[in-house]
């Protein structure tokens, strides 16, 4: 059986549209996301430096001889 080319045309031209569009779309959605995993990486450091701060008071009043 054969495929009209009208058919095929529009396969076609349908695909390479979706991957046009993919592309664009790509391209304004990735310096967002950049943007976004920058600033999770500088609470992620605000998070851990306070933890270590709070490990390191605790360990200073755990050191008294008042114990």
Request: net charge positive.
């Given at each position: 059986m054969r495929v009209s080319p009208l058919i095929k045309f529009a396969r076609y031209s349908a695909l390479l549209v979706g991957m046009i569009y993919g592309k664009k779309r790509y391209d304004y959605l990735q310096p967002i996301a950049a943007e976004e995993k920058r600033?999770?990486?500088?609470e992620k450091a605000k998070h851990e430096e306070a933890a270590r701060?709070?490990?390191?008071?605790?360990?200073?009043n755990e050191d008294t001889i008042l114990k």
């Amino acid at each position: 059986m054969r495929v009209s080319p009208l058919i095929k045309f529009a396969r076609y031209s349908a695909l390479l549209v979706g991957m046009i569009y993919g592309k664009k779309r790509y391209d304004y959605l990735q310096p967002i996301a950049a943007e976004e995993k920058r600033m999770e990486a500088e609470e992620k450091a605000k998070h851990e430096e306070a933890a270590r701060f709070a490990k390191e008071i605790a360990a200073a009043n755990e050191d008294t001889i008042l114990k």
